[in-house]
């Protein structure tokens, strides 16, 4: 079991930026895929970006978020982080950080498939 806990969300004004840190514990971090996914009010959950466990070599982000954010992880220290730069209104969301068990195939982008969730951090872009 992992648990997960995100934090660094806050109000930001366009063209701000933040960084999304998400602590895990309880499990061997570095065996997991990582991903991060954001909801708005009345939408669906969607993909943000993912990162692949161990040293991280992979890595994808939303086309919408492509050139400003940024995914990393620290397997020391049990971490992944999400830099958001360049932030705009429609950035503005509920972010969840979410652990994915290894298999054989890896669907990044797919929240269905990823086996444990935070509670999420809000994120406020105004403009």
């Known amino acids: 079991q992992v648990h997960l806990v995100e934090s660094g969300g806050g109000l930001v004004q366009v063209g701000g930026s933040l960084r999304l840190s998400c602590a895990a514990s309880g499990g061997t971090f570095s065996s997991y895929h990582m991903g991060w996914f954001r909801q708005a009010p009345g939408k669906e959950r969607e993909f943000v970006a993912a990162?692949?466990?161990?040293?991280?070599?992979?890595?994808y982000v939303a086309n919408s978020v492509k050139g400003r954010f940024t995914i990393s992880r620290d397997n020391d220290k049990n971490t992944v982080l999400l830099q958001m730069n360049g932030l705009k209104p429609e950035d503005t969301a509920l972010y969840y950080c979410?652990?994915?068990?290894?298999?054989?195939?890896?669907?990044?982008?797919?929240?269905?498939?990823?086996?444990?969730w935070g509670q999420g951090t809000k994120v406020t872009v105004s403009s």
């Open positions: 990162i692949s466990r161990s040293a991280g070599i992979m890595r």
């Open positions: 979410a652990a994915y068990r290894y298999g054989s195939t890896w669907y990044y982008d797919n929240d269905g498939r990823y086996d444990y």
